[in-house]
Structure formats: structure tokens, C-alpha cells
């Protein structure tokens, strides 16, 4: 059922798609329906699909229930603050993929419906008018589903058929597996493609393409090396790349000055944990299995609660960059809440579902302490970036106008997007200057052209100052008096209604965190394959 | 039975090749639909004539969405590394391996499927790394979806129903996003020259 509405709501959303008017209640109505689908899933279901068998489980409960929700608010987010007309089909569409991924006994029949996913997600992140580095994008996201398909699938008979040296049969089919597994998990080396799609897809888009259909292919792969046995010397390389992940990432997540980067290198951290479940020898692989089931949605959910925490960032004037995002928090203070919300959610404490989850994963394929304190310590880097970025909004100051944060973008701006705000994410920031004063500067022309000797003088000064202070553009260097005059604007209805859906999505991860649903009930109980299996 | 899978799987093989040699857009459409249309009958034994239907269907509808994405593409491609037909050789090469790998009997044409598998692989591997154009790179992402599916039937025997249906969804999405880049960049009207995997990657961090 629950396939068949998602299914029909990405049908809907493709004819809707020449009508916006149409298009956006139509996908909240779809959105909805399948959260409610999700929620009226019965715990434990199976049904025949010709040959072939579906099945409905706990964990397979939770996720579609948390994946619904995260869609439908980051709708809400996207049409109050942009629009991107494949993004509602490629949700409803990714939503059928995840259920269809992790319902099907069958790895590769699971990790194929998990690349149609990745497919759609790349789909929502080619927006017109489309520029060199985002076709580019678009070209990368086709080609690493691709690949990782071309690994998993394969490798996943493997073992079954290696004559001789079962165990060499077997290490070939997980180091296939877990290349399958860096490519989809954006882990480095190859997380320089999310770190591309961060500066240059909408936003809106990036949690179905960074974070949901990755952990739903992560989830295939940790299902199918749980029913395989130990090898040595694959194992050891894993680990090392696990640990190596986390300490890369967290290093590049604690040199961030980019909130939006800060989300990319934060997912690369917690996939290569991941990593470890793959390592996982046979006598720990129940518990290893068991982690990584409770891991990989709060992982999705939580990065959902990431972006939707930038959306706002970028919905209330902001820019995502660091320098531009003091006192962020004082005026729109639900969003700050959303960020400590996140960071229990995604982090946790110890007791609950996050940090244990991430700690029993490593245990079971690390008895070495110092490892585990490593690991421990690189964990901590996120947090302390993340801190960071409250402390920075919470100092007092103000953000630069709209229309020079639009122009900023997110990292390095990418050039030939830059003359095009909307292109970079989807979201339209209509609103006019409030601050006159500071505009006997023309915010949208480059200075010195077609201007009067005072405003000449005016802007030169500002570029002075600006100069001194390291701000960023011309426009946002022109806004600096009223910033320093301290004129601040209050929240628009817009910022609001973001900040209120980010946090509701935050919430998302932290109240599975601190047990509702029962998640830890549900990892431990049967997944599709041993579902099937008990069948008369 | 064995007749069909010979059929399909010489039909695989040769649209593979075709995709890299050729030059013309509508050419690497037409290759592309053969080796779409035929993987599903490459394997023995043969699907259900349901699930057989849902690939051929999902095929067909893969090219037309490939085609109305590249219509206004500039008619002479570019190679994608060595040239067309040295990578057709190696795509011919890949197809012999699987040859001798495999058991070739009436009873159990597994070689045969085996071929397949890995000469649309080596395509698909080929156009992904060093395919120069959305078209190439597009092609690549399809035919390592047949491979896929080709070689874990050599392997371990052809999928059900619902493993079918997943190779379908998946050809249909793929070309669907292929098809999209296409358009997009059409309306753009820029020349896509993508150098190799991993040396065109802009951003920060």
C-alpha cells in the first residue's frame, strides 16, 4: 500500500509538473498520505509479488516514517522558501525506492531499487537555468550510483559460487561491497562530489541525495555481509579505513567555515562508520547488524534536520558562511533550539540510541582501546564545530542584506552561478532593503558604474573598511554602516515558518534518540530476509 | 530456449560495442535500446512472461527518454579514451572471457550470460570513467545497470519477479535523469565537455 501511494504520487507529481499552482498542494497531500500509510503499517507484513516476496517489518516501519515526515517538511521548507519542480516527484519516488530497498529479502534486488533512488535524487539536483559545474554535478551523481551498483550486485553471488578458496571468494565480495558502500556513502576520498553538490544543487535536494538513499543502499550492503562469515585481512583493512574516514572528516568538519560544508564533511564522518559494520567478524556480527539498523536512520534523519537547519540559515538572510551568520541565533532563536536539538539527535549522549549505537558499531570490530578513543576524540571535532556556529550566532551583530547573501552562496561561490542567486538553491529571497540608509550604495550594480561622485566616495570608503575586515562582496561591504549603526530587522513570517519546520525536523532524530518508536526494539527484531524465511 | 539466450546475449555484446563506436547521438540511442531490449532474454532460464514484458517495456521507454534528451546533441561524438575501436576490442575481449569462464552447454548457457555481463560491464566501465559527454556518461550508467543484472545471473541464476521489476525501475529512473541532463543542457546550450572521473570537480572544503 504504502509503495502504491508513494508510487501514484510520483506519477501525479510528473503530470502536475508544468503546474506549480497544482503540483505543490498535490505533493503535500502525497507526502502526507504516505506518512500516514507509514504509520499504518502493520509490524510485521508480508506480501507475493509474482515470484518474488515484499515484507513489511518494524525497522522498515520506523524508517518510512521518519523518511515521510523529513520529506514532507522539507516540502513545506522548499515552497515557503523556493520551489524546484523535480524535487516532489523525486521525493515520492525515492520514498517507494527506500521501502522497496530494505521490504525485499533479495541484497541485489534491494541495493537496484536503492540506485533508482539515488537516480531520482540526482534528478532534483539539475535545475534550470543549468551551468557547466552543475551539469558537471549532474553527470558525477549518475555515474556513482552506477558504479556502486556495478560492485554491489555482483559481488553479492560471489561467495556462492568461488570453488576452492571459499574465504578468498568472500574477502572479494566485501572489499567489492564496501568500495560499493565509499562510493554511495560520499566517504572520502570520494566526498568531494557532495562537497560539489552542497555548493551548487538546491538544498531542498540534498538530504534525499546525501543522506536517505545512501543509508538505504548502506543498509543492503550491512544486511547482506551479516549472513557471511569472518576473513581475515580485508577486516584489518576496513577498520583502518574506518578510522581513517572519521579522523579525516572530523578535522575537515572542524576547519569548516561554511555551515553547508559543515553538514557534507559531518555526513562523511558518520557513513565511514559504516565501514566498521562491514568489518564486523562473524561472532559480533549479529551486534554489529543491530547497531548499524539503529545508526543508519537517525544518520538520515538527522542530516535531513542539517539541511532543513541551513535552509533556514539561507531563508533568514543569511548566507551559510560563518563569517556572515553572526547573531543568527538571537534572531531567529527556534533555529538555534533546532541546532541543540540536532546535536543530541544526531550525536547523542551516553545512554542513548545515537551514542550507543555509533559505540557498539565500533566495538564490535575494534577491541584495541586506543582506537576507540581515537575515534571517541574525532567524534567530538562535529560537535565542537557545530558549537562553534552557535557561538558566532550568538554574538551580538547582524546578518548582510538578502540580496547580498544570495550572491554569497555557500563556500566557495561557484563563478558561474554567481550571477544567478536562485540557481544556487531554489530559494527566491524576495524582500527589498530595509535599511535605506546604507543604500546610497546600489546593492545590484558593481561599483563605480553609472554612480554620482558622493556614492563613489561612499562605496570606496565601505570598500576600505571592508578591505580591513575581510567581509565578503562588494554588496555586503556596502551594507556594513548599517550593520554598524546596529539596525536590525525583525524575523519575517517566512524566517519563522522555516525555523519552526527545521526544528520540527531536528526533533525528528532526537525523539527516536530518547526512544519513541522503539528503534532499538525494531533493530533487533527480524529484517526482510529472515521474515520471509519463517514463512510456512 | 538456449537459442533465444544465444540470440540475446551476441545482441548484448554487439550493442555494447556499438555504443562506443559510434559517433551519431540516434546511433548510441538505437545501440542502447538493443542492449536494453535483449539483456533480459541473455539469461536462462527466461523470466515470467510478466516480469519479461515490465523489462521490455521499461526498455523502451529507457530510449525514447534518452532520445528526447540528446535530440539536438551534435550529430559527431567524441571517443571516450582510446578510441572506439580499441575500446571495442576490449569490450569483444571481455566477452571471450566470460566465454571460457562459463559452462556452455543446452542445459546451462551460463558462459554465454557470463559474456554478456562482462562485455556490457567493460563498457559501462569505460563510459563512466572517461565518458567526455553527457550522452557517453548516460550510456554508461544503463548498460552498467544490464551488467549488473547479467552478471549476478551468471553467477547466481536470473532474478524473480520483484528482482526484475528492480532492474526496470531502475533503467527507467536512470534514463529518466540521463534524459534530464540532456534537456537541461541542450536548454543551456552548453557544449559538455566533461574531462574524466575525478579531475572536474569544483567546490570548496
Known sequence: MFVAIAGAGAFVAVLLRPRPELLRPAASLALGCCLLAAVLLPPETSRQVGSGWLAGTPLLRIWLILASASFLGLHLLATAAGWQRNLPAAMLGGLAAIALAIGVPDAAAGATFATAGGFLAALSCLVLPLQVAGARLGADLLRIPALALLLLVPATALPAVVAGDVELGISIAIAAVAGASILRGSIPPLHRVAVTAATTAPVAALPLLLAWMPAAFLLVAVEWRSGLGSTAGVELLLVGLGLATIVYAAIGCFLQRDAALLIVYSTAQDAGFVLFALAAPAEASGSSLEAARIWLPLFAAAKAGGWALVIGLLAAGSSSRMDDLQGWARRTPLLALALLVLLIGNYGLPGLLPFEARRDLVAASMSDGVGLVVVGAASILPVLAFLRLLLIGLRAGEPPRPEADARSGTGKANPEVEDDPVTRDGLRVERTPETPDAAGVEQDQPPGIGRTMRSRLATARAQAIGLALSLPGPAAVAALPARLAGRGRSPSGQERLTAVVALLLALLPFAVALGVGDLGAAAAGPGARELIERLP | ?205
Open chain 2, 1 to 205: 530456449m538456449p537459442a533465444l539466450v544465444i540470440f540475446g546475449a551476441i545482441g548484448v555484446v554487439l550493442g555494447s560495442a556499438m555504443v562506443l563506436l559510434s559517433r551519431d547521438s540516434r546511433a548510441v540511442v538505437i545501440a542502447l535500446g538493443i542492449v536494453l531490449v535483449l539483456s533480459p532474454v541473455a539469461a536462462a532460464p527466461l523470466p515470467s512472461i510478466p516480469a519479461l514484458g515490465f523489462r521490455v517495456v521499461a526498455a523502451l521507454l529507457a530510449a525514447y527518454l534518452v532520445q528526447l534528451g540528446f535530440r539536438r546533441v551534435r550529430r559527431h561524438l567524441v571517443d571516450a579514451w582510446l578510441g572506439g575501436a580499441t575500446e571495442a576490442a576490449f569490450v569483444g575481449l571481455a566477452a571471450g572471457a566470460g566465454l571460457l569462464l562459463g559452462p556452455l552447454s543446452l542445459e546451462q548457457p551460463t558462459g554465454l550470460t557470463l559474456a554478456a555481463g562482462l562485455a556490457s560491464g567493460t563498457a559501462a566501465v569505460n563510459l563512466l570513467l572517461f565518458g567526455r559527454e553527457p550522452i557517453r556518461t548516460g550510456s554508461g550508467v544503463l548498460l552498467a545497470i544490464v551488467s549488473a543484472g547479467l552478471l549476478r545471473g551468471a553467477l547466481a541464476g536470473p532474478a524473480d519477479d520483484l528482482g526484475q521489476a528492480a532492474v526496470a525501475a531502475c533503467v527507467v529512473a536512470a534514463a529518466t535523469a540521463v534524459g534530464w541532463l540532456g534537456l537541461t543542457g541542450a536548454r543551456a546550450g552548453i557544449e559538455l565537455d566533461m574531462t574524466a572521473f575525478g579531475r572536474d570537480i569544483r567546490g570548496g572544503g
